[in-house]
């Protein structure tokens, strides 16, 4: 029942891609195959369905942000994070470094615009980018189950290549005095979290790991406190689509965050993780096949939270 559903909803979502395209401003993610389409859905049961083209690969760019973002709550805490970095959706796209200079004490927006999670990182209690980056991996495989997560390096490479925006976003916080620390270092961490590699079965565990409070419905275990995952559930409610973020919750209505290699990772507290593979994007850099996916979802099996 439930893939005949999503098989439905994949259809249904194939429709739009033409009017999408794959990234290009990082050269490797233009390879992406933009009429790929994939959607899986992780009960709280722990069992997982999936549909369309599930072998893609996207690498999963901002949705790594919500694994950095739920490392730091755990070891530095609400407090001491949301005195750095705001809360409160930005109306600009991902990149943007306008409103950082605009107003002072010149801290980023939110956590998961670019200039948030490259601080985000600056917080975390490792000097060195390989140790900084391997406890990022780390969340995500127990995240999503799966040991086998790693990064795609030639993905990686390109993003370092052509990093112009993010390394004026890093060298700009530290400007100001809003990070510390070696900006290329940090921004190497960055890079490669983008760049890990995964298929859309794993986005929706970790999309059903939040559902669950902060516990992996396939392994059992805690990965973030009840109190961390409602916060990462928010923030994706509120800033998970970029400046696309209020009309996603009109038309889909449960939090998600989505990244420039084509998935949405999405989760209903108590329900279910849902995500889409789908490279072709939107103009706001968000997969175009995949919200109509989850628009079509959001209204079959009511998972609207609003
Ligand atoms: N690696 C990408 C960047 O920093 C991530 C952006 C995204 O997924 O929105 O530009």
């Not at 960055?190 to 992996?216: K, P, S």
């Amino acid at each position: 029942m439930m893939e005949i559903i999503l098989n439905e909803a994949v259809d249904v979502g194939r429709s739009v891609l033409k009017d999408g395209s794959v990234a290009t401003y990082i050269p490797e993610l233009a390879k992406a195959d933009p009429s790929a389409l994939a959607v899986a859905y992780c009960g709280l049961d722990g069992r997982v369905c999936s549909a369309g083209d599930t072998g893609t690969k996207v690498t999963v760019q901002s949705i790594s942000k919500i694994a950095s973002l739920g490392l730091a709550l755990e070891i530095r805490g609400e407090e001491a994070l949301f005195s750095r970095v705001g809360a409160e959706p930005s109306a600009d796209p991902f990149n943007s470094i306008m409103r950082l200079e605009m107003r002072a004490p010149h801290r980023p927006q939110n956590p998961l615009i670019n200039s948030g999670a490259i601080l985000i990182l600056s917080l975390l209690p490792f000097n060195d980018s390989s140790e900084r980056l391997d406890a990022v991996l780390e969340t995500m495989r127990r995240m999503s189950g799966n040991e086998g997560l790693r990064v795609n390096e030639a993905v990686a490479a390109s993003e370092k290549e052509t990093s112009d925006r993010n390394r004026s976003l890093g060298y700009f916080l530290r400007s100001v005095g809003a990070m510390e620390g070696d900006v290329e270092n940090i921004l190497d961490s960055y890079f490669r979290q983008c760049a890990i590699e995964c298929v859309v079965e794993d986005l929706a565990v970790m999309g059903a790991t939040l559902a669950d409070g902060g516990v992996n419905p396939l392994t059992g275990r805690r990965i973030f406190t009840e109190r961390n995952a409602l916060i990462l559930r928010a923030l994706m409610m509120t800033c998970g689509l970029y400046d696309g973020s209020g009309d996603f919750a009109v038309r889909v209505g449960f939090p998600s965050k989505s990244g420039v290699g084509g998935g949405i990772m999405g989760s209903v507290a108590g329900r279910a993780g849902v995500a889409v593979a789908g490279p072709a994007l939107d103009e706001r850099g968000n997969s175009i096949g995949g919200i109509r996916v989850l628009e079509e979802l959001s209204k079959t099996l009511s998972l609207r939270v609003l």
